[in-house]
């Protein structure tokens, strides 16, 4: 019973996904998720109680998939470069799909929450990085870089990324650049 | 005469700068900017025709000024390495009052016009930057960066922070990070 509930929440969080992505945060029902799921009023409202949650439970599991499978790959002693090329690719995968950006819904659903989820939220991402660039500096595959600094660098440019693409043409050639530059600030052999 | 109507023009743009910031693009109705500047109806219109025009106006002469003050110094010789502190410095000040950036107007207001505008937008921020960095390049100044590429990361971390700026709690210690990132990047004796 629960892996069958469990099935049907994360079905939800992906067919809600997309909605999100496309209308933001404000326009979007609790009607527009039951038309996206074909669940009854009351079927979706046995796994959220609201927009606000629901939004929430997609922004949490985002997340926390980015950061287990950091977690994972250094706790089984992948090379902390392998690791950084999976995410800068995945990253660059991200920044040619604007309109899957969750930018324009994360600013207006933040309008309506507190800040504490919002912080919360980055402060996953800055754990994120920073573990893995302390990991990469400890066995000598990075630059002893200022952890601080270039993670703040990677969250924000990214971020800005994902913002700017929405709302103008960016080449390719933009995206490779920012993760050429993430490359090269970490990478020993790169310079 | 024209400078009176100059005058009222910059008075407008100066009084609902703020309107926007604070309220996004779509809330902000002329009536809005009536109340704010004291003008009449027939006053404001005369010189826009709506919050759209106004907000553009707002946009361009940002941007302009910005671009104007780098043109300036590196034709009168100024050093690229004090362009470049003057620069980061304002750029640390703009990131310290969330309250007073545009980003969420210029996101709604993105989505009301067609995209060569906010391209345009764009263009004049990296021909600014990028004008720069080829300046202090050339005298010797500046690393031999990649042009393109430190751009692009300066013109997306900090649209990335005015973002994020307002919708989490940001240090200014995340701030002098990033501007940090950026003057390493570039100045020969900061490494």
Same mark, same amino acid.
């Given at each position: ?47 959220? *109680? ?16 980015? +950061? ?13 470069? +392998? ?5 800068? %690719? ?8 604007? &309109? +899957? ?10 309008? %309506?929450?507190?800040? *504490? ?12 990085? %920073? ?9 000598? +595959?990075?630059?002893?870089? &200022? ?17 700017? %693409? ?26």
């Amino acid at each position: 019973m629960t892996s069958k509930k469990e099935r049907t929440r994360e079905m939800i969080l992906e067919a809600a996904y997309p909605l999100f992505a496309k209308e933001g945060f404000n326009k979007i029902t609790m009607k527009d998720i039951c038309d996206a799921t074909g669940l009854s009023r009351g079927g979706l409202y046995s796994h959220f *109680p609201g927009t606000k949650e629901l939004f929430e439970a997609i922004l949490v599991r985002i997340q926390e998939k980015e +950061e287990m499978n950091f977690q994972k790959e250094m706790a089984a002693g992948m090379s902390a470069t +392998e690791i950084l090329e999976k995410a800068l %690719s995945l990253m660059e995968e991200e920044m040619k799909q604007p &309109d +899957e950006s969750l930018s324009l819904a994360i600013y207006e659903y933040a309008g %309506s929450v507190s800040q *504490p989820v919002m912080n919360d939220f980055t402060q996953i991402g800055f754990d994120k990085w %920073s573990s893995l660039i302390q990991y990469g500096i400890k066995r000598k +595959e990075f630059h002893s870089v &200022d952890v601080f600094e270039l993670t703040n660098v990677i969250l924000y440019v990214y971020q800005g990324v994902r913002m700017w %693409s929405r709302i103008t043409d960016m080449t390719p050639a933009v995206f490779s650049s920012i993760i050429n530059h993430i490359r090269k600030e970490l990478l020993r052999n790169e310079e």
